[in-house]
């Protein structure tokens, strides 16, 4: 008999036991350890870490279906990219993670600091002719917005973010035509406007050390501007020019092969001699005008903006009417207006449509 009950209390204990181990096994289940650490969070642009690849000058984002032109900072860390009609979009990325993305209207340049502010040139979407400089920070609030009655050309903004610069083509518009822009970004604020004697810029470097500012050129030149805006080459400079500017138009190319460096200051030396002399040229002097004039229409930066573009036609037309040409003269007119319908040559093409016609 006390053989049985000391059987039933051990299986009773054991029973206990297994029951005991069981609720607690269920318990640490239920309760997450003190240890674990917790789950980390998502970032915003976790879905954009993949599918962007890079093509030459070019960066494709299948992420955002974004695809255009692209500058990366000096360090390499940051890249600003953006994208001409009909995208008319930027996009600022940390490695491959997006910081920043915009809309804007024909962006046409964009550069980027170490430290991830940006800046962008556009030419905007009027009829009028104008163009619109902005900088940005790293998070996209815009550090300064100029507008400016010319079509912008290149920018640069120093390796620390600090100051940026721009310069612009030649317009009818004095107070912004041909100038170069000195910004200090900390500031937030346009330092000077001055007009740029030295041209068109290729690039540029920032000596902020010495508060220097150094434009360099395709011809192996360089001139150097104080961050106050003085041309400390100006001595170089003149003696360089004077003698650029008393050769006569006809160096600028030769019968047998096209020589041209510099395609905008070219537009301009024949448009100021078109506007004041043309009436007065030989025939010959005309025909050689004339072809100076075509060569022009082989340079994307005559035939990437508009006011040049347009321009080049219709100076061409004008000569050829000085020629007594004028079926020549009427195919340039259209090709003028094709470009801008606000060139001023409706009635001059109208006129010679209804004469040839007859």
Known sequence: MLSDDLILIAISFITLTILIITLLKSRKKKEPSAIASPPTPKKEYSTYQKNISYHGNYIDIDSLDFFGKFNKSPNEIYTVAYSESPSNKYVLLKGENILVKGDIDRPSLASVANNGTFIINNWGISTNLYGLFTSFTNNGDIIIKEKLKANLCNNSISADGSYAICQTYKSKHEEDSNKLLFFDLIERKLLWKINSLTGIAESYNFNLDEKILTLHYSNNRSYRYSFEGRLLDEEEWKQENNEELDDDLDNDLDDDHLEITDPSQLFERLEET????????????????????????????????????????????????????KRDALQNFKEALKVSKRVGVKRITKQLEEELSN
């Not at 002399?277 to 100076?292: F, N, R, T």
């Not at 060569?295 to 930066?301: A, G, K």
């Open 274 to 325: 078109h506007k004041e002399d043309l009436e007065s040229l030989s025939k010959e002097e005309v025909s050689l005008h004339l072809k100076k004039l075509s060569l022009l229409l082989d340079f994307e930066e005559i035939t990437t903006v508009k006011y040049k573009h347009a321009r080049t036609y219709r100076y061409l037309g004008e000569s050829y009417l000085k020629l007594d040409r």
